[in-house]
């Protein structure tokens, strides 16, 4: 069954660094998303991308943020100055057209130090 | 108003017994209502959803009941299994986009 993967698993990072999270939706999926999850609270919504462009963004995904889909497989989300507050299980997730059904990915936990 | 609000937070329910969780919302708009389930570790998977066109939902063991006056549904989990022990989040899509608003969060453990 297709599914959709991220990579890395785990990712650690120092304050200020810049990540680039990878993720590859199922093949003839059209809608891309990313959400985060702090450690044993809720899955909160970031960004959702289609044709080529973002379609939602929420106020957690600020100027820090930006999302990419540099190839026909690949759509990454980069945090180009990281906090201590990024820290958290970022999960990507894709959609068939015409359906709202999101399948997500396992995550890449983001560890800032 | 975006919010989605589950109880409760934790369940314990013996093998066999019936695990029931309740979610609730205000936004009238919202009108796609999955439920995903979390094993430790891993990402959220789709369990079952309904729309609110219909009151009930059933997928093996699982069903959803839906009450679009109170604005309420909740997942049961018939024959409840120690495998079936995770963390289950409900959620919800308004018809003008794609966004998940997720509830809190509820870590069924089942003993056996």
């Known amino acids: 069954e297709p599914e959709v993967t991220q990579t890395p698993s785990h990712q650690v990072t120092q304050m200020g660094q810049e990540v680039i999270l990878r993720c590859v939706p199922i093949s003839n999926h059209l809608y891309f998303y990313w959400y985060r999850q702090i450690l044993g609270q809720k899955v909160e919504f970031l960004v959702s991308f289609y044709n080529n462009e973002i379609s939602e963004k929420s106020e957690i995904f600020d100027d820090q943020f930006s999302v990419e889909r540099p190839d026909g497989s690949n759509f990454t989300l980069k945090i180009r100055s990281t906090k201590l507050e990024d820290s958290a299980m970022y999960f990507c997730?894709?959609?068939?057209?015409?359906?709202?059904?999101?399948?997500f990915g396992p995550g890449t936990r983001l560890t800032v130090l | 108003q975006q919010q989605v609000k589950q109880s409760p937070q934790s369940l314990i329910v013996q093998k066999g017994g019936i695990s029931i969780i309740n979610c609730a919302y205000e936004?009238?708009?919202?009108?796609?209502f999955p439920w995903y389930q979390q094993f430790p570790g891993k990402g959220p998977a789709l369990l079952i959803a309904i729309r609110p066109d219909v009151s009930e939902k059933k997928e093996g063991r699982f069903t959803i009941s839906f009450n679009k006056s109170a604005k309420q549904f909740s997942l049961h989990i018939m024959d409840s299994q120690p495998g079936d022990s995770a963390t289950y989040f409900c959620a919800a899509i308004n018809n003008a986009g794609n966004m998940l608003t997720f509830g809190g969060g509820t870590r069924l453990m089942v003993k056996p």
């Open positions: 936004n009238t708009a919202f009108d796609y």
């Open positions: 997730a894709s959609s068939p057209p015409g359906n709202n059904e999101q399948f």
